[in-house]
């Protein structure tokens, strides 16, 4: 239902933090096939989660009227738009919620690409998080 009225789905943190990406990234935009146009964590921090080709991110763009140009683009090119979607024949998107602890610990189990990973502050890595991110546009 909700493919059949929109295009795009606005994941906008209400920070822009390193390292966090909301749940409703997949649960309200990729697991009902909306083009997610993201705000909040680096491309580089989407591109580690997201399957590959799969969002839009804001600072791809000089501007939010250059983002609105490319997304007036993909409203009226279908084929453009769809390349967003390539991604669904090659994985899944799992969904833990349930039982985030279980999530955990089968990343502990089954995830070696991240390899160690050393905080030597968290009370400084945990409580400043959020201060380092710039937005690209300037309001």
């Known amino acids: 239902m909700i493919r059949e009225n929109y295009k795009f789905y606005l994941s906008f943190e209400n920070s822009l933090c390193s390292e966090y990406i909301t749940e409703k990234l997949y649960k309200n935009s990729l697991k009902n096939d909306l083009l997610p146009i993201v705000m909040g964590a680096s491309i580089e921090e989407y591109e580690r989660v997201a399957p590959p080709y799969s969002f839009i991110h804001v600072d791809q763009f000089e501007s939010p009227g250059k983002l609105a140009d490319y997304l007036k683009y993909l409203d009226k090119n279908d084929t453009a ?59």
């Open 81 to 139: 738009y769809n390349e967003y979607f390539a991604w669904h024949g090659h994985g899944i998107i799992h969904d833990y919620d349930a039982q985030p602890q279980c999530a955990m610990c089968l990343l502990g189990h089954t995830s070696h690409s991240f390899g160690p990973y050393w905080v030597p502050r968290v009370a400084r890595w945990w409580n400043d998080g959020c201060n380092g991110r710039k937005l690209r546009w300037n309001p």
